[in-house]
């Protein structure tokens, strides 16, 4: 089946472009003719500085045109800019000033065009011959400091790397050091996206997020093949008992903490103390550890999402599920199931979760639920702090999958049972969030962490799982599909499969 990409999804938009650009007042600086790439821009911010400069006297044009004297571009790198221009036919080319936005900021703040200088060009990058010193070495290697920039897939050429700074970051995270936690991630993530393995510490130089304590445990399995600080982690008990009790479904690191500070090591001393009081998630979490603490597979996650969509179907002909989560970017094993299920049509998703439960409950495979109610309000966005839960009506839920239902695979025989519990999340956005719902549920967590820091620091915009708010203009920019919010970022799109960051 055909798939569209970004570049037919941006002509066919573009055709014809409506915008609330202002038209041109008098020109005061005739000699200038500006053009300012939308690509990475994105449209809305490039509106609002068409406004700002015909606003000012400077003459802008829409299109790119040989009567054009200074290009503008925004986060393009020179590699990738140059080319695209090339293919836009223009025989002035040569001639033309293509500056970074400093120079259309600075003359903006001046109220004239400033003379260009030297750090104001974007030079157009000579063809050089491959390197042979090192990997990254190579001057058309770029990598941006967000993943929302980088493409990630699951092949890591660096897992035994990445690996050591996750333990480092899991470890930060049990104690909620949350500087030191993001540190090790963000270089991790960074590492995830090369494309080739790095065999010593100059490789490194240059990356984005590698700071000293990355940089020294990376220099230590280069020289030794480990790092005797992620080995004194592995070997600590404290680390290894909060990471025993927090993968018991419905315990936090300040819970296994608690219990941790209380001598307790195992999960048969939690179990047998009278003394503890378990809530209704953290009872069915002992209850259903023997499967829910074990890898769900892709195959298990389908025949889920058929028993889904059939009871969904009964609320609804027009119902669309969608798995999302690590599924959706490719994995073949996660530890729980995610799914996104979608009505067309204001509030008619009311009533959708509590219909799915009721059904299951009938079937008898409902093993647990705890049902949370929406709580989304327009009225109260834009939020200035990004929550780690959105305010969709969701339900998390353990349920009973038999192996029969599994295609293709013969499910595990477990104390003479033939089904398996399952750990499944359920979001039921309206058909007008969709869009950034799905993105929000898709992940990775670091990626989506990086789209929102970029939308924050780069476009001055607010992004989370129910709206992105543009706060140069104080609005909302709608979004029908996933492709929209990133155009709207000035961002190429990132497929899901390439977002494990």
């Not at 509030?347 to 799915?356: F, R």
Request: hydrophobic share 35%; glycine share 6%.
């Amino acid at each position: 089946m055909f798939q569209p990409t970004l570049s037919s999804l941006l002509r066919k938009r573009r055709q014809p472009e409506l915008s609330c650009v202002q038209p041109q007042k008098e020109m005061k600086f005739g000699e200038v003719t500006v053009y300012l790439v939308e690509r990475r821009m994105g449209k809305s911010r490039r509106n609002f500085l068409t406004s700002l400069a015909r606003s000012k006297g400077f003459c802008v044009d829409d299109t790119l045109s040989n009567k054009v004297t200074h290009i503008v571009a925004e986060d393009n790198p020179a590699h990738e800019l140059w080319p695209w221009l090339q293919e836009q036919g223009i025989s002035d080319l040569g001639k033309m000033n293509v500056l970074d936005i400093a120079w259309f900021t600075q003359s903006m703040r001046a109220g004239r065009p400033i003379p260009v200088e030297a750090q104001h060009r974007i030079q157009k990058p000579s063809v050089q011959p491959k390197p042979e010193a090192g990997p990254l070495d190579s001057p058309w290697l770029t990598v941006s400091q967000y993943a929302c920039q980088r493409r990630t897939t699951l092949h890591n050429c660096n897992k035994i790397l990445t690996d050591a700074l996750e333990v480092l970051a899991e470890s930060y995270e049990f104690v909620e050091s949350i500087g030191p936690c993001l540190g090790f991630r963000r270089a991790a993530s960074v590492l995830k996206s090369l494309p080739v393995q790095l065999c010593r510490i100059t490789d490194i130089e240059g990356l984005p997020c590698i700071g000293p304590e990355s940089m020294a445990v990376i220099q230590d399995i280069f020289e030794c093949g480990s790092s005797s600080k992620v080995e004194e982690v592995l070997t600590d008990e404290r680390y290894q008992t909060l990471k025993l009790f927090t993968s018991v479904f419905g315990v936090g690191p300040k819970t296994a903490e608690k219990w941790y500070r209380r001598g307790l090591r195992s999960l048969e001393q939690i179990v047998s103390d009278s003394s503890i009081h378990l809530n209704k998630m953290q009872i069915a979490g002992f209850q259903y550890y023997e499967d829910i603490s074990k890898p769900v597979s892709k195959a298990e996650a389908e025949a889920v999402g058929q028993i889904i969509e059939e009871i969904a179907s009964y609320f609804s002909p027009d119902v669309t599920i969608t798995l999302t989560g690590g599924f959706r970017r490719g994995k073949e094993f996660g530890h729980d199931v995610d799914f996104l299920l979608s009505v067309p049509g204001p509030g008619k998703e009311d009533g959708l979760l509590t219909t799915v439960i009721d059904r299951l409950r009938s079937q008898g495979i409902l093993l647990y639920s705890d049902l949370q109610e929406s709580t989304f309000d327009l009225n109260k966005l834009p939020s200035r702090r990004f929550e780690a839960m959105d305010h969709f009506q969701k339900c998390f839920l353990i349920v009973k999958l038999k192996k029969e239902q599994v295609v293709g695979q013969q499910a595990e025989q477990r104390r003479g049972r033939d089904w398996k519990a399952v750990r499944v999340d359920l979001v039921a956005p309206p058909a007008e969030r969709y869009a950034f719902a799905l993105l929000g549920w898709s992940g990775s967590t670091q990626f989506e962490r990086d789209l929102r820091r970029f939308a924050r620091m780069e476009r001055n915009m607010l992004l989370d799982n129910h709206a992105l708010f543009d706060k140069t203009t104080n609005t909302f920019l709608p979004a029908k599909t996933e492709e929209d919010i990133f155009i709207h970022l000035g961002l190429d799109y990132i497929e899901p499969w390439q977002r494990n960051a």
